[in-house]
């Protein structure tokens, strides 16, 4: 079936959703997405910024949807026209979503660890707003350790459910999950529960935010500093295909291997994740591609040779 997206027409399998179709095309034109991810079953949904607009539901049935609709819960038709950065109601909608995600949030990005991969911070820098129309006080919960290796600011938390879907899917026994309703919503683990099992460090990659924290890797560096690099082991509890990032010859921290989405491409063991540690345990391969926007190139791609910098003030200041 045909689908139109932005002026981009492509065929698609049945049940193929608009943010999976729009990633087939690639470009401006994907939908951000905060809570949706495909290596996870029941995700998506729960974030709102992947809002688009439906002009024409289909050939047989052009009326189109009347409200804006959740691309990535929302399955093509044949023959529908889907319009997204070419909407001004789109994007004025992404805007007050991005501003509603923001109401609780901290601004600690100078502090917080996922500052340079966090997805609420390049949409906010995108759609964000400078003023607000929330005049309470923002919730504020005292951060907490939910595992010997995870900690949690519930500050910074959006509700996405990633992590939840992590334990859920991946993990014998769930421990933690929402609690309370509304307002009150948060992320917390069971009383006399704590999480430990050998795939729970995923739900610190999966988070979308700065909420879940790798506590072995907590202010220990910024990510601009280190050097990514794709490495792989043999593991027989997962397969030991990660990033490593490289300080000198020091491993940093150990991920998995992420999407230009912001994905998993698969899901590591706690093995690698924390007790492998020495470049020695792996074979790099290489170094890891990254976005040419993304903060951790920031020195990797010049325009022409560089320019010198001419400071035009009194020469009694300088």
């Known amino acids: 079936m045909k689908v139109t997206i932005d002026g981009h027409t492509i065929e ?24 949706y991810h495909s290596k996870l079953e029941n ?17 047989k049935d052009p009326r189109p949807i009347p409200k804006l609709a959740p691309s990535c819960k929302t399955q093509v038709m044949d023959g529908m026209v889907v319009e997204n950065i070419t909407n001004p109601q789109v994007l004025e909608a992404r805007k007050s979503v991005v501003e509603l995600l923001l109401i609780n949030h901290p601004l600690d990005c100078p502090i917080c660890d996922q500052a340079g991969e966090c997805e609420l911070q390049n949409l906010s820098f995108k759609h964000g707003v400078v003023d607000t129309f929330f005049k309470d006080d923002k919730r504020v919960f005292e951060p907490e350790d939910i595992g010997d290796k995870i900690h949690l600011h519930m500050n910074r938390c959006i509700l996405c459910y990633r992590c939840v879907r992590v334990a859920e899917q991946l993990t014998p026994n769930r421990v933690h999950g929402v609690i309370h ?19 729970s460090g995923n739900m610190i990659d999966v988070c979308p935010v700065g909420a879940l924290t790798d506590k072995t890797f907590r202010f220990k560096s910024r990510i601009w500093f280190l050097k990514p690099m794709d490495a792989h082991r ?16 020091e491993i940093y921290r150990v991920t998995a291997r992420k999407t230009k989405y912001g994905e998993l491409e698969e899901f590591i063991c706690n093995t690698c994740r924390y007790d492998k540690k020495n470049v ?33 003030a009194d020469k009694r200041l300088l």
Do not use: H
Request: charged share 20%.
């Open 280 to 312: 020695s345990n792996w074979t790099i391969t290489g170094p890891r591609a990254y976005e040419k926007w993304s903060v951790i190139n920031q020195n990797s791609y010049l325009n022409g040779p560089l320019k010198k910098v001419v400071i035009n």
């Open 181 to 199: 309703r509304g307002n009150d919503s948060k992320i917390s683990n069971y009383i006399k529960n704590a999480i430990d099992n050998e795939m």
């Open 43 to 59: 995700t998506g949904g729960n974030c709102r910024v992947c809002l688009v607009k439906v002009s024409q539901g289909s050939e």
């Open 12 to 35: 698609v399998e049945p049940g193929t959703t608009i943010l999976e179709a729009a990633r087939k095309i690639g470009g401006d034109i994907v939908p951000p997405a905060m809570c």
């Open 234 to 249: 043999d593991c027989d509890k997962c397969c030991g295909k990660a990033t490593i990032w490289l300080f000198g010859e």
